[in-house]
Nanobody, 125 residues
Framework: QVQLVESGGGLVQAGDSLRLSCAAS???????WGWFRQAPGKEREFVSA????????YYGDPVKGRFTISRDYAKSTLYLQMNNLNPADTAVYFC???????????????????WGRGTQVTVSS
């Protein structure tokens, strides 16, 4: 069983940066780790992911070049560094995980079995 707890959200201005954290407990080796976000009235969308095996990273088009995903294995913590934020980035951000061996598409939210409760990010113009 894997438990995930996000932190680091907040209210910032356009152009600012934030770093989200996702603390994982339980068995965490060999998992794919992802970030998704959901704005009011919209579907949950893929933001970024990193494979536990090989370390390949993936980014959604809206965040490429601005967000960076990373993982501290010693601390069992996933990070999302978000730079040059804009109001369109306003959403609840969720951390997710799934065993790498069964993950065919890290961008597909339906394939993740473990989710955190989310952290709110609000970007004002």
């Amino acid at each position: 069983q894997v438990q995930l707890v996000e932190s680091g959200g907040g209210l910032v201005q356009a152009g600012d940066s934030l770093r989200l954290s996702c603390a994982a407990s339980g068995r965490t080796n060999g998992y794919v780790w992802g970030w998704f976000r959901q704005a009011p009235g919209k579907e949950r969308e893929f933001v970024s992911a990193i494979r536990g095996i090989g370390g390949s990273t993936y980014y959604g088009d809206p965040v490429k070049g601005r967000f960076t995903i990373s993982r501290d294995y010693a601390k069992s913590t996933l990070y999302l560094q978000m730079n040059n934020l804009n109001p369109a980035d306003t959403a609840v951000y969720f951390c997710a995980a799934q065993r790498d061996a069964v993950m065919a598409d890290p961008t597909n939210k339906a394939l993740y079995g473990y989710w955190g409760r989310g952290t709110q990010v609000t970007v004002s113009s």
